[in-house]
């Protein structure tokens, strides 16, 4: 399910000129989000994060507009603030006080977080092997936290059980129809800082996908409004080589993506063996004129290095899989380096030391 709007009344009721004498967080696009009362909204101050114009890494690749979106600012340290902060309110505003999440970490101290600030209980399933300081985080806000062999299918399975057998409501991707419209407010914030002429790609780290899905849905939203024109961004979806379904359908020509066998990679977002929005993941790269890839291990830290030495942005692997992943197709000639292209940041590597020792210490 997703959510639907009067895209007519809205634009009547919220201009882009509106907008620049609202605060900069997620909730200025209050119009087009599904909170009915104000009084219900569950902030931590999400949103409003930074379009960062690369100077060294840009000028090396030979391209003049290469920017970072970097979202590390955000509440508990990643997007994923912007999909619960709204999961969370909405759940509040129905009702709700139980919700529960299988995770690969950033998901769960997010619901966590939120959770705590609306006075819920939260129930967070992720794997066993999952960085400390996710299991840490989550234990902190006041989270019941279960750990299970596997990937977060398994985690996903555990979660649905408990959800049908004690009363938890399900906040995991795409359960429920809220995530996408707090993710979706990064497409509204890029049309925004480009002054709605819409950059010409995008490169996101795509794990279950509800932040390149809730773009997607923010560009026809805009354009239903009459706020951006047609021309899109061509929508790169980036994983993981030890865990890429998105690559490997998208190779085979196919519109849903079969699971991922024995899913293994350092950057535990982007490890998700099989999405339940494959379909819209792949449909709005197909849209878009985009393109699904798959880097490895190795070059994604490499990248992660390259943005904190480089640029001062100390990445979530997930980042530096997506810097990788524009690297290859700039050097491969799929993308022209004069093209105004936009690398996602999608959380921040502070989480991920453990990993990165690991990794950095094998050479």
Known sequence: MLVAYDYEEAARRITPADLRIRPHHMWRYRELLPVLDDDNIVTLGEGGTPLLHSRVIGEALGMPHLYFKDESGNPTGSFKARGLGMAVSRAKELGLNKLIIPTAGNAGTAVAAYAARAGMRACVIMPEDSPLTFMLDCRLHGAEVELVKGTIADCGAVAAEKADKDGWFSVATLKEPYRIEGKKTLGYELAEQFDYDLPDVIVYPTGGGTGLIGM?????????????????????????????????????????????????????????????????????????????VAVSDRKLIHYTG???????????????????????????????????????????????????????SDG
């Open 216 to 292: 997607w849905k923010a560009f026809i939203e805009m354009e239903q409004m009459g706020w951006v024109g047609g021309r899109k961004p061509a929508m790169v979806a980036v994983q993981a080589s030890g865990c890429a379904p998105i690559p490997r359908a998208w190779e085979n020509g196919e519109s849903t993506a079969a699971p991922w066998e024995n899913a293994q990679t350092v950057a535990a977002g982007l490890r998700v063996p099989g999405a339940i929005g494959d379909f819209l993941i792949l449909d709005a790269v197909k849209q878009s004129g985009g393109v699904a």
């Open 306 to 360: 390259e943005l904190a030495a480089r640029e001062g942005i100390f990445s979530s692997p997930e980042g530096g899989a997506a810097l990788a992943a524009l690297v290859r197709l700039v050097e491969d000639g799929s993308i022209n380096p004069d093209r105004r292209v936009v690398v996602f940041i999608t959380g921040t590597g502070y989480k991920y030391m453990e990993a990165m020792e690991t990794i950095l």
